[in-house]
């Protein structure tokens, strides 16, 4: 944690801009902006099983257009009997 205090006869400015590079000189900032996007990558039978989730319902879709029967209610009800996800 960065701690700046006040010296006497500081204004606010100055201190401000004293705590700013502070900030930047420890590489706080750098490090948060760096993580901000990183998420855990899936492991290989999690990629595979929303893989074949997708290639089902897809194929249902597919079908469902064929028969002309396809609207938002059909996809509800589709995700729905695959197993929500």
Do not use: C, H, P, W
Request: glycine share 2%; hydrophobic share 30%; proline share 0%.
């Amino acid at each position: 944690m960065i701690q700046v205090k006040k010296k006497d006869k500081e204004t606010t400015d100055s201190l401000i801009r004293r705590f700013s590079r502070r900030v930047q000189q420890s590489g706080v900032l750098m490090r948060a902006r760096k993580s901000r996007f990183n998420f855990e990558e899936k492991n290989k039978a999690k990629k595979r099983k929303e893989a074949l989730y997708k290639v089902k319902i897809r194929k249902e879709i597919e079908l469902l257009k064929k028969m002309d029967k396809f609207d938002d209610e059909a996809l509800k009800n589709i995700k729905k009997k695959m197993g929500n996800k």
